[in-house]
């Protein structure tokens, strides 16, 4: 089964800062890679699709690269609201793999 | 608007069985496959089960099967999680989700609030 590693674990940044996560196949996933955004106490919500496609109603600050075995999202300035744990998930296939997390916080 | 209400969450002990349900709303069932993801207190998210939108095919995560089955009624739109021989590391808060399309090849984009179920030893 393809293994599917978030990194870092955890991250502590300011508000309007430019971060960036990553996650990793073990095996390549071509663009089958989503991002969701869990908040705390919150259902998990689609924030990215085709590791690149912004789903609706989801701000312009994040962004999704990748292809492959690589990709990251990047929240391009960070806000209050974005504290949460981001988490990617591949559907080129079953198992239906999550990453572990990123959990984000404010400096 | 699209609506998921997961129901069944329980206490039950060791070796026990649950049914979950979720009922669904606002989208044309038959038309999207579903997945049940769950969360362990403190953890983060697992993929359990996944069927496609005409009930033909489903996938099960390996902790789970021969245990858990998924299934669907699309006379009551309603998703289904019947989870035997429950063990404490099945313990978890179960969400329904709906897939962006026919086929489990897609992303999850509408979730429900989630059902709690815990399994004592």
Known sequence: DIQMTQSPPSLSASVGDRVTMTCRASQGISDYLAWYQ???????????????????????????????????????SLQPEDVATYYCQKYNSAPWTFGQGTKVEIK | EVQLLESGGNLVQSGGSLRLSCDSSGFTFTSYAMTWVRQAPGQGLEWVSTISGSGGNTDHADSVKGRFTVSRDSSKNTLYLQMNNLRAGDTAVYYCSKHRDRSGYSPLDYWGLGTLVTVSS
Do not use: E
């Open chain 1, 38 to 76: 869990q908040k705390p106490g919150r259902v998990p919500k689609l924030l990215i699709y085709a590791a690149s496609t912004l789903q609706s109603g989801v701000p312009s600050r994040f962004s999704g690269r990748g292809s492959g075995t690589d990709f990251t999202l990047t929240i391009s």
